[in-house]
């Protein structure tokens, strides 16, 4: 199956900071990429699929880029609710798989 | 708007089988992909199986044969069996559909399933 590794495990920022998180695959997943959000206690939502296509409603302060093993999800500067943890996911090979986090913290 | 919500018991002794469905509103079943996903307490995300309602299905090998999806298009709802649970098997169960394979552009709220002895 492919493996995702996200960078760092932990980001300790200030609200207005911008934040750079990363994710590689272990393999090219193309640009079959997205990435969730989770708050404490709460299910997941989706910010980003296919890379770089923000979801509904998703503020434009969220981006994301890459493509074949390396992307990145960039928040331009962090409000007070942004601080989560971020889940990239692939869907670019069955079984499809998640990568185990990035906690923005303040 | 779409709205997913999943239902079944809180509590399963081990060795049984896990049931849970997941009703969909404001939108059709016909069209979306369906998965369920887990999650262990404190722990990452883990994908179970998906589904579309034509029958095609894919399901983690991880689990070891051990689940089954179902889509019952006429009361626009999904169903996840789980057989043989153990301990391991507790978790936080999600269900979630897109528009296509893999995407997960709507979320249940989730459901905590606990494994008892």
Known sequence: EIVLTQSPATLSLSPGERATLSCRASQSVKSFLAWHQQKPGQAPRLLISDASNRATGIPARFSGSGSGTDFTLTISSLEPEDFAVYYCQQRGKWPFTFGPGTKVDI | ?117
């Open chain 2, 1 to 117: 708007q779409v709205q997913l919500q999943e239902s079944g018991p809180g509590l399963v002794k081990a060795s049984e089988t896990l049931s849970l469905t997941c009703t969909v509103s404001g939108g059709s079943i016909s069209t979306s992909y369906c998965s369920w996903i887990r999650q262990p307490p404190g722990k990452g995300l883990e994908w179970i199986a998906d589904s579309y309602y034509s029958g095609d299905t894919n399901y983690n090998p991880s689990l070891r044969g051990r689940a089954t999806i179902s889509i019952d298009t006429t009361k626009n709802q999904f169903s996840l069996t789980l057989n043989s649970v153990t301990a391991p098997d507790t978790a936080v169960y999600y269900c979630a559909s897109g528009l296509s394979w893999g995407t997960l552009g709507h979320w249940g709220q989730g459901t905590l399933v606990t494994v008892s002895s």
